[in-house]
């Protein structure tokens, strides 16, 4: 079975700084891996996703991620953050026999002017 | 766009009451799923479904039954509320093939007094 391990739970960071949020997983099996984003009183939303291919993913509001298979890691950035990135973001891995998601606990972007 | 509905996004129960849940998906998909989302702890499964009359146990069944008489529809049952089950419940629903991407609804925030 797999694990996911979101390494920060909380990360401030001021307006226009770059952001790093950190995950590990565990599979002993190929794998899709996900981030999902949740502003506040909403429902998860998928940000990006990782199946196959080129290990960069990228979503339309500027974040990306990198599938590294050596490391199991599949880390999110963003070069410049906004105010309206302020959510929970949550990593998640399925791997490919098996349709449904781990995921990690969340990690808490604040972001400040 | 893939709708998925929940019937409260708010709901405060006594303990001993039975507690309905109730997830709708407008795009055919054949899994849904509720989870529990409590903080430090991510989201963790609770019940899916495959098919219709179709479920498996999650990670954290106890306490819980679910009930899916048609395909679009996955409800949750309490069947006697205990205040260590107020949480934030997430439904989700996605195709049985392809990426197993997940589609959130906005989750209903129980509170059991």
């Known amino acids: 079975a797999q694990s996911v391990t979101q390494l920060d739970s909380q990360v401030p960071v001021f307006e226009e700084a770059p952001v790093e949020l950190r995950c590990n997983y565990s599979s002993s099996v190929s794998v899709y891996l996900f981030w999902y984003v949740q502003y506040p009183n909403q429902g998860l939303q998928l940000l990006l996703k990782y199946l196959s291919g080129s290990t960069l993913v990228e979503s339309i509001n500027g974040f990306e991620a990198e599938f590294n298979k050596s490391q199991t890691s599949f880390h999110l950035r963003k070069p410049s953050v906004h105010i309206s990135d302020t959510a929970e973001y949550f990593c998640a891995v399925s791997e490919l026999s098996d349709y449904k998601l781990s995921f990690g606990a969340g990690t808490t972007v604040t972001v400040r002017a | 766009d893939v709708k998925v509905t929940q019937s409260s996004r708010y709901l405060v129960k006594r303990t001993g009451e039975k507690v309905f849940l109730e997830c709708v998906q407008d795009m055919d998909h054949e899994n849904m799923f509720w989870y529990r989302q409590d903080p430090g702890l991510g989201l963790r499964l609770i019940y899916f479904?495959?098919?219709?009359?179709?479920?498996e146990k999650g990670d954290i069944p106890e306490g819980y039954s679910v009930s899916r008489e048609k395909k679009e529809r996955f409800s949750l049952i309490l069947e006697s509320a205990s205040t260590n089950q107020t949480s934030m419940y997430l439904c989700?629903?996605?195709?049985?093939?392809?990426?197993?991407?997940?589609?959130f609804g906005p989750g209903t925030r129980l509170t059991v007094t």
């Open positions: 989700a629903s996605s195709l049985i093939q392809g990426s197993y991407e997940q589609y």
């Open positions: 479904s495959y098919d219709v009359k179709m479920k």
